[in-house]
């Protein structure tokens, strides 16, 4: 009989929900694992930790399975490597800006077996620092989705799940996923964009293994 998965919940301020950034699923899944290595490692401990320093965060070889297959190596290496390479960009209710990396540093510790993952300070707050504007979602649900932008609405369906509607314009989807250079015609936009997110969604809610879907 195979084994089921232990379900996690994660959490993060609204803000990093509709960001502007563009990773592949690979990339993606390893940043799921360092937003709930943080969650673990500052909000999940007595007394939760509330110093904003830049965090070193620990990866094992169990979670790489998670985040690639199990010839995970290369893979995960070259998802790291995206974390540090490409930047971040969101403004919050308050006007407050940020552009930065999603990580600062990834390396392989030989002796622990571990990739040590430091998470910027100007990133940390958005992952511990919720108060009321956060979302919540399935690390399992959101891992288990194969499309990147099927991973990006599973995220933005979480957030406003409780209100049960949300809106969002063409232009506001292309700028936070970075597809303004992508898609000129509607139809082929939401051919490959969003129908395809909706039919996997839908596809995994079908099958008991996500709690929403979404129509438009």
């Known amino acids: 009989m195979e084994e089921k998965k232990q379900?996690?919940?994660l959490y993060q301020a609204n803000p990093l929900t509709e960001s502007r950034y563009e990773f592949s699923p690979t990339e993606k899944n390893a940043f799921y694992m360092v937003i709930r290595?943080?969650?673990?490692n500052y909000v999940e401990r007595e007394?939760?930790?509330?110093e904003f320093e830049n965090m070193k965060v620990q990866i094992?070889?169990?979670?790489l399975v998670q985040i690639t297959d199990k010839d995970h190596t290369e893979r995960a290496r070259k998802a790291l490597r995206a974390l540090r390479d490409k930047a971040i960009e969101f403004e919050d209710k308050e006007g407050n800006w940020l552009y930065c990396g999603f990580i600062n540093q990834a390396r392989w510790v030989a002796k622990k077996q571990v990739y040590e993952v430091e998470v910027s300070s100007d990133l940390m707050p958005y992952l511990v620092?919720?108060?009321?504007?956060y979302t919540e979602y399935s690390l399992l649900v959101a891992m288990s989705l194969k499309g990147k932008h099927s991973q990006r609405f599973y995220e933005l369906c979480s957030q406003y799940k409780n209100r049960g509607v949300f809106g969002k314009t063409v232009q506001q989807l292309k700028e936070m996923f970075m597809l303004e250079d992508k898609y000129p015609l509607l139809p082929l936009f939401k051919q490959k964009v969003i129908n395809t997110a909706q039919k996997e969604i839908k596809s995994f809610y079908d099958q008991g293994q996500c709690d929403l879907w979404f129509e438009y």
């Open 60 to 63: 094992s070889t169990s979670d």
């Open 47 to 50: 007394p939760p930790r509330t």
């Open 37 to 40: 290595q943080v969650r673990k």
């Open 129 to 133: 620092q919720l108060a009321s504007q």
């Open 7 to 9: 379900d996690i919940t």
